[in-house]
């Protein structure tokens, strides 16, 4: 079967780090995917890994291990545009075809 | 300026009536996917189609039909036998085939259903 677990929210203040979490149990791996979706939009491509390790891009960064089955985004000097849901997603072997977890809903305060 | 496009922004639906959801793109992708979003649910994969004239179901195709006779587009009907329609319908595409990201799948701005 497949499965991706992400935490339901997470609350942070501004100017802080944030960690979101996401463990995946997939038939076939071929890349992990992260997602930004602001309330009532369509998500919008963050990273992508497929080889363990950190990649880093400006504030955010994202890691993988792919024998933990584990991944997490790292949000760095939060600001309140940040709030919004963050989707992980696996790309299956085969057909690429992504399966997304349940999204982790961020709040940043003042 | 190269993107996909989805119509209406909101829909309603009357009881047995079909419906159809439109989506366009100009990034010259092979692939394209259409996925329904329901609250404290991830998105779910309706239908998707890789190439011009064919296309596969999805984890939830029930209820749904597609057709894929241009590139660059892909509407999604909603028939009458979909008992629950209400959600948030996003439309993706991707180059196919490729490396793993640059199968990076990018959505439209998405369509709200609304059952009347």
């Known amino acids: 079967g497949q499965n991706i677990d992400q935490p339901t929210e997470m609350t942070a203040t501004e100017g802080a780090i944030v960690q979101i979490n996401c463990t995946y149990q997939t038939s076939g791996f071929n890349g992990l995917f992260w997602y930004q979706q602001h309330a009532g939009e369509a998500p919008t491509f963050l990273s992508y890994n497929v080889l363990d390790g950190l990649e880093e891009k400006g504030r955010f960064s994202s890691f993988l291990s792919r024998s933990k089955g584990y991944s997490y985004l790292l949000l760095k000097e939060l600001q309140m545009k940040d709030s919004a849901s963050y989707l992980c997603a696996v790309m299956n072997t085969g057909f690429q075809k992504l399966v997304f977890g349940t999204g982790t809903r961020l709040l940043v305060s003042p | 300026d190269g993107g996909i496009t989805q119509s209406p922004k909101y829909l309603f639906r009357k009881e047995g009536q079909n419906v159809t959801l439109s989506c366009e793109q100009n990034?010259?992708?092979?692939?394209m996917y259409w996925y329904r979003q329901d609250p404290g649910q991830g998105l779910r994969l309706i239908y998707y189609?890789?190439?011009?004239?064919?296309?596969q179901k999805g984890d939830i195709a029930e209820g749904y039909s597609v057709s894929r006779e241009k590139k660059e587009s892909f509407p999604l009907t909603v028939t009458s036998a979909q008992k629950n329609p209400t959600a948030f319908y996003l439309c993706?595409?991707?180059?196919?085939?490729?490396?793993?990201?640059?199968?990076?799948?990018?959505f439209g701005p998405g369509t709200r259903l609304l059952v009347l």
């Open positions: 993706a595409s991707s180059i196919y085939p490729g490396t793993g990201f640059q199968e990076t799948q990018y």
């Open positions: 189609s890789q190439i011009v004239n064919d296309f």
């Open positions: 990034l010259n992708h092979d692939a």
